[in-house]
């Protein structure tokens, strides 16, 4: 899969499912459960594209692309959220279980991705 249509089927199921619970969440959970969304699609995006360029890089700049982006974009994120919760009063619980409930789909989906879009090492000989 490409970085595009992974992209794209994020940004669309993120999107799509935000559109039908935001109406039914009040004002202040409605901005939490909005961020944790963006938060988890940016993070998952952010860690598609580093793998997608260290997979044609040499097994150094692939370890450092993956394993960097992952302590870049982690600490990116818990930075976020205790500046959410701690300047702008957004309510934890919303926020976790958003952040939580779209990263999980979303490194499914990730996995996936790259399972179908590597070959296998039968077919790399």
Aim: overall charge positive; cysteine-free.
């Amino acid at each position: 899969m490409t970085f595009g249509k992974n992209a794209l089927v994020v940004l669309m199921s993120a999107g799509l499912t935000q559109a039908v619970l935001l109406p039914f969440l009040s004002g202040e959970t409605r901005g939490a459960v909005a961020l944790g969304a963006v938060l988890a699609a940016a993070n998952v995006l952010a860690a598609f594209a580093l793998a997608a360029w260290g997979l044609k890089q040499p097994p150094k700049a692939f370890l450092a692309a993956v394993l960097g982006g992952m302590v870049a974009r982690m600490g990116l994120v818990l930075l976020t959220v205790v500046l959410a919760v701690t300047l702008l009063g957004v309510p934890k619980l919303p926020l976790v279980f958003s952040l939580l409930g779209y990263f999980v789909p979303f490194l499914l989906l990730e996995l996936r991705a790259f399972h179908r879009s590597t070959p296998s090492p039968a077919e790399a000989r």
